[in-house]
């Protein structure tokens, strides 16, 4: 196996530094095979998911094929002027200086993907790396086998076999890639994982972007107007059951609110779920399943916690055989329980009640940094606040999950929640450096930044570093002294 990587990894740096990958045309070519693929393989792909975490056919285009479709597009409209030189202004004292910035690929990168959105998190940041113009391996989740083969076996057709490579593996694949020297690695996962993979990439000095997610906290105000009550809780549910069942970095992990107002938002939760899933959410197939029986156990663990299991007011019932957990709201479970302190990653949904919704922001700041903030308010002071005090990779206000969507904003974590940031043009840039190019002309000089010095040139450098060109011109003069 490793001889393998050996090989395919050479053979994909010949490609690289052949600069084929740098035209416009091969870079466009690539991302027509991705457009290709989830137009042609649309079905393959939704069974694969429906065979990989039970996701419902709408859901897997919502979140997965239909968000891809998008961001193939947005770069194929863009690639152009992503690509194009950007000048940058000189000072006039370097008068005549011209500046650009030039986009050029990394080279050969290595991207990492995660299984609860097996094709969005493995496509994404590879529609960047393509894009950019650089040669890619793929490895993704073996815990989502069904899409991983999909990948593997099909993708292949869409694009340059010399300039793409899908593998597949399970971790000690994983690890034996992660030995080779790449230009950037790409991961999308836990932080256990992420530490190893920053520890591998430091031996070749290899740069790293981790989408690594988190606690994700929704702040739910004391809202007032019944049609903002029913649209919150609407936008809550679906952003935390809705989002592969709990299992999604950005998805809410728990709601803090005040304690006034916490009955009627346990309520009109409860019922909401109830006309969302039904009485049986199990039989809905709208709720997507738990991954596997080991994510299974530590969820049911979760629970398992006496004080945890007293704090259920909705839901609470699994099924290990078909790995199924009921959709189950708590109040206030010990915030010393591990589902306080761990990223939940499950249909579980805890709700933390406080004396005022502004305490909020101290429980936000007191804990590690999220990949997402959501704040359920029409207060523009809780808003300014919020904004100003906290730190989180996103802020949305009165709605989840939506960020992810937008091209035009960038997707990426904060201190423990991850680093770097891609979608859109900030996936382009993720996997682009942008080089300095200077150009002078031979027709003048700035002759007093050579020696031999004195006490004249000191003053010249002191007007030229203040930008005061009068000042300049009279020491230059000899009208001007110190």
Sequence with gaps: MELVHV???GKLRETFNSGKTKEASWRRSQLTGLLKFLQEREEDILMAL??????????????????????????????????????VKVPIAAFPTRAELVPEPLGLVLIISSWNYPIGLSLEPLIGALAAGNTAVLKPSELAPQTSSLLAKSLPAYLDNKAVKIIEGDAIVGEQLLQHKWDK???????????????????????VMLELGGKCPAVVDSLSSSWDREVAVKRILGGKFGACGGQACIGIDYILVEKNFAPTLVELLKNKV???FGDNPKESHSIVRIVNKSHFLRLKKLLDDPQVKNS?????????????????????????APIMTEEIFGPLLPIITLKKVEDSIGFIKSRPRALALYVFTNSETLKRRIIAE????????NDAIIQYACDTLPFG??????????????SFDAFSHEKAVTTRSFLVEIWFRFPPW??????????????DYLGLLLVALGLKRS
């Design 7 to 9: 090989e395919s990894l």
């Design 50 to 87: 429906k065979h990989d975490l039970g996701k419902h056919p709408v859901e897997s285009y919502r979140d997965e094929v239909g968000t891809s479709i998008k961001s193939v597009n947005y770069a194929l409209q863009n690639l152009k002027y992503w690509m194009s030189s950007k000048k």
């Design 185 to 207: 690695i790409f991961f999308t996962g836990s932080p256990r994982v992420g530490r190893i993979v920053m520890s591998a990439a430091a031996k070749h000095l290899t740069p």
């Design 274 to 276: 109830i006309s969302m």
């Design 312 to 336: 259920i007011v909705h839901g609470g019932s699994e099924d290990e055989e078909n790995l199924y957990i009921e959709p189950t709201i708590l109040v206030d479970p010990p915030l010393t």
């Design 390 to 397: 906290t730190s989180s990779g996103s802020v949305t206000f």
């Design 413 to 426: 974590g904060v201190g423990e929640s991850g680093f770097g940031r891609y979608h859109g043009k900030f």
């Design 454 to 467: 004195n006490d004249h040139k000191l003053q010249l450098f002191r007007s030229a570093y203040r930008f």
